[in-house]
């Protein structure tokens, strides 16, 4: 991991869905007006089993009146709590879909847990492109670099883009501390491992989240914060903690939390890379519940 610094400044606007807590990037390339969208958000109500598009529809929005091009589409992983409206917007702007190259071992666990059946594919080939750890590629003049940090999920991506790092749930802000990683494939030692590459970049790097979640004391949203806020002051993982004095934190805490109120209909459409599962021989797509019978 270099710790040289990081000079390339880019342009981040960020985009807040209250309905999940979760935050949505444009990361662009000021020279060149060249952008990547990062964790977008599809509007799902569940008790009324429908979808919209309206935060989908603010990125899309803001890409045609700042006249940008739209090279990539990330997810920094098949997340458990918001569906991704991925697929949309591309009909929309365009850029490529792109995770991580685990998703693969997410599809194979889930699509057994969903009993989804052969015709789903389980080698990531709904994505347009799944990166390997460190692998480089652009946003108009600028490279990027994508950084496995698994932990939380198998397939957990981080992002350098210039001068920031967008870590998807590695990481929330320092006084909230760090993602679970008690769904199938997490491991908090993995995570604490994960973290220190990141910890290793630069002090002044900027840390974009996925989402925050006001913690006690707290009014206001935050989702941006330096590695030296995260070294010094992270409540989990700061200088100074052992993995296992992380680990032993990680797994009591894990154990008093209950799965996220999306994870069912969240993880089936995001293992699609945002796609609904196929319509049935009425027209109609459904998402299935697995029933916990014991």
């Known amino acids: 991991m270099t710790t ?50 309206d ?25 458990a709590d918001h569906l991704s409206a991925a697929p949309w917007i591309q009909q929309q702007v ?9 998703i693969r071992t997410v599809q194979d666990v889930f699509g057994k847990i969903f009993n989804a059946g052969t015709e789903f594919e389980r080698d990531g080939s709904q994505f347009d492109q799944l990166f390997a750890d460190g692998v480089e590629y652009t946003i108009g003049s600028i490279t990027a670099r994508a950084i496995h940090t698994p932990g939380h999920t198998p397939a957990c991506m981080s992002h350098i883009i210039g001068d920031a790092v967008f870590v998807g749930d590695t990481l ?31 002090d002044e790097t900027r840390v974009f989240l996925c989402h ?6 707290r009014r206001e949203y935050r989702w941006q914060t ?4 995260q070294r010094r002051h992270n409540i989990h993982v700061h200088e100074g903690v052992t993995e296992d004095a992380f680990v032993a ?28 599962p196929p319509e049935e021989s009425n027209g109609v797509h459904y998402l299935k519940i697995p029933l916990d019978t014991l």
Request: with cysteine.
């Open 55 to 79: 935060n989908a529809q603010r990125i899309v929005d803001a890409v045609r009146e700042r006249g940008l091009a739209v090279d990539w589409l990330l997810e920094t992983h098949a997340h």
């Open 226 to 229: 330096t590695v030296g806020e």
């Open 4 to 53: 040289s610094a990081l000079t390339e400044e880019v342009q981040v606007e960020a985009f807040f869905d209250s309905a999940t807590n979760t935050v949505s990037y444009i990361v662009n390339d000021p020279a060149t007006d060249h952008c990547a969208i990062i964790d977008s958000v599809l509007d799902y109500e569940p008790n009324a089993a429908r979808i919209s598009h």
């Open 249 to 276: 934190m990680r797994e009591a805490r894990d154990a008093t939390l209950g799965m996220p109120r999306l994870i069912l209909p969240s993880v089936q459409v995001n293992m699609r890379a945002g796609h609904l």
């Open 94 to 102: 365009g850029g490529k879909l792109a995770i991580g190259e685990h």
């Open 212 to 217: 925050d979640y006001l913690p006690e004391g």
């Open 172 to 202: 929330f802000m320092p006084d909230y501390g760090t993602a679970r990683c008690d769904f199938p494939g997490g491991d908090a030692r993995t995570l604490y491992r994960s973290i220190q590459k990141l910890m290793a970049l630069p």
